[in-house]
């Protein structure tokens, strides 16, 4: 089993910043991929940013230019760095990793967007 535990969640302002935390605990041998989805209310979860252990980052094109994905493998975590935030980011972010094809999932944290 792997466990993962997120932090960084939050409101903010437009324009403003957030950096999503998600740590892996349990069994973490063989994660091969973490990244992040998101999921705003009344609609599909989609991708937002993933990247295999030791390769590139992808992200989806609402993303590119102000979100970065990056992996500490030394401290098992993935981080989402989110900068000139726009409403349109407000949802419930998901940690997700791979591991020997099967998947595992965070339990979600709020970024709310707003005035």
């Known amino acids: 089993q792997v466990q993962l535990v997120e932090s960084g969640g939050g409101l903010v302002q437009p324009g403003g910043s957030l950096r999503l935390s998600c740590a892996a605990s349990?069994?973490?041998?063989?994660?091969?991929?973490m990244g992040w989805y998101r999921q705003a209310p009344g609609k599909q979860r989609e991708l937002v940013a993933t990247c295999t252990i030791g390769g590139s980052p992808n992200y989806a094109d609402s993303v590119k230019g102000r979100f970065t994905i990056s992996i500490d493998n030394a401290k098992n975590t993935v981080y989402l760095q989110m900068n000139s935030l726009k409403p349109e980011d407000t949802a419930i972010y998901y940690c997700?990793?791979?591991?020997?094809?099967?998947?595992?999932w965070g339990q979600g944290t709020q970024v709310t967007v707003s005035s």
């Open positions: 997700n990793a791979l591991k020997n094809g099967a998947g595992y």
């Open positions: 349990g069994n973490i041998f063989g994660i091969y991929a």
